[in-house]
């Protein structure tokens, strides 16, 4: 199991920017699928975004894209999430995830696909 631990949260107007750190224990690190998901309150968790294990293929969400960028340091065991032009519907706790188990793709999306999740950090932007 990996254990994984978010930083970077907190509370931020409308067109402000945060970001998010998350350290990840292990060896291995450059073997995982990594990964940034949401949950505003009475809604489903959502994928954010997706890196792959060297970095070079990424994935994001619609309602991110051009705003929110997700990178990754192997050397220092931590993914990132750079967001930029923050919006109130931003507003949620956010996870980072990692899927150590044999992949053969190079991005998922789903949480089902992801076995080790972070506690979390909230997000919250104000018009």
């Known amino acids: 199991q990996v254990q994984l631990v978010e930083s970077g949260g907190g509370s931020v107007q409308a067109g402000g920017s945060l970001r998010l750190s998350c350290a990840a224990s292990g060896r291995t690190f450059s073997t995982y699928i990594m990964a940034w998901f949401r949950q505003a309150p009475g809604k489903e968790r959502e994928s954010v975004a997706t890196?792959?294990?060297?970095?070079?293929?990424?994935y994001y969400n619609d309602s991110v894209k051009g705003r929110f960028t997700i990178s990754r340091d192997n050397a220092k065991n931590t993914v990132y999430l750079q967001m930029n032009s923050l919006k109130p519907e931003d507003t949620a706790a956010y996870y980072c995830?990692?899927?150590?188990?044999?992949?053969?793709?190079?991005?998922?999306?789903?949480?089902?696909?992801?076995?080790?999740w972070g506690q979390g950090t909230q997000v919250t932007v104000s018009s």
């Open positions: 995830a990692a899927r150590s188990t044999y992949s053969t793709k190079s991005i998922y999306t789903q949480t089902a696909d992801f076995g080790s």
């Open positions: 890196i792959s294990r060297s970095g070079d293929i990424t």
